[in-house]
């Protein structure tokens, strides 16, 4: 079992950045696949980004690529979304999910565990 908390959201104007943070708690951590996703108001959760169990290998959505990068640090059971050059249409809740099997999946059915979002609001 593998708990998941965000932190790190925040409002920012657009073309700020932010760090979101995702601390996992749990001995199987470093064999989880993880991911973010988010959702805004009104729409379905999107995917947004993932990660291998390594680290050594991650893919974005076309919306956020060359802004969004996503990271993990094993030895510290956490995982990060550096996000750049926000848009207003990055406003969501975002959240950090995590697969128990190391898949790092687009689809949101892959994951077995979730954190409780942080809000990001771009404005413009």
């Known amino acids: 079992q593998v708990q998941l908390v965000e932190s790190g959201g925040g409002l920012v104007q657009a073309g700020g950045s932010l760090r979101l943070s995702c601390a996992a708690s749990?001995?199987?951590?470093?064999?989880?696949?993880m991911g973010w996703f988010r959702q805004a108001p009104g729409k379905e959760r999107e995917f947004v980004a993932a990660i291998s169990v390594s680290g050594d290998n991650s893919h974005t959505t076309d919306s956020v690529k060359g802004r969004f990068t996503m990271s993990r640090d094993n030895a510290k059971n956490a995982v990060y979304l550096q996000m750049n050059s926000l848009k207003p249409e990055d406003t969501a809740v975002y959240y950090c999910?995590?697969?128990?099997?190391?898949?790092?999946?687009?689809?949101?059915?892959?994951?077995?565990?979730w954190g409780q979002g942080t809000q990001v609001t771009v404005s413009s």
């Open positions: 999910a995590g697969s128990r099997d190391g898949t790092y999946s687009k689809y949101d059915y892959f994951y077995h565990y």
């Open positions: 749990g001995r199987t951590f470093s064999t989880t696949g």
